[in-house]
Nanobody, 116 residues
Framework: QERLVESGGGLVQPGQSLRLSCTGS????????FNWYRQAPGTERELVAS???????DYGDSAKGRFVISRDNAKNTVYLLMNSLKPEDTGAYLC??????????WGQGTQVTVSS
């Protein structure tokens, strides 16, 4: 069973940056593609950013030009660097891993609050 743990959330002011981390516990981290989702109260879960096993990236419209997703397989960690944060970026950020053969894993989420 793969386990993912997110960290790095917090309270920041608009315009500031945060870097989120998602660390996997298993030995098959490198074969997974990863997604970061945002879940805000009363809204649907939104795909923020994705990274493939080869490092190819894709971003949701709200993240383009401001967020950067990356991975370090040696550290079993995926990162989400969030720049120029806005109040509408507020929410719980969840890491999702797709390992193939129907195996998926979710983290518990880390809260990001952007407020002055």
């Amino acid at each position: 069973q793969e386990r993912l743990v997110e960290s790095g959330g917090g309270l920041v002011q608009p315009g500031q940056s945060l870097r989120l981390s998602c660390t996997g516990s298993g030995g098959i981290f490198s074969i997974a593609a990863f997604n970061w989702y945002r879940q805000a109260p009363g809204t649907e879960r939104e795909l923020v950013a994705s990274i493939s096993t080869s490092g190819s990236t894709d971003y949701g419209d709200s993240a383009k030009g401001r967020f950067v997703i990356s991975r370090d397989n040696a550290k079993n960690t995926v990162y989400l660097l969030m720049n120029s944060l806005k109040p509408e970026d507020t929410g719980a950020y969840l890491c999702h891993g797709k390992y193939g053969s129907g195996l998926n894993a979710w983290g518990q989420g880390t809260q990001v609050t952007v407020s002055s």
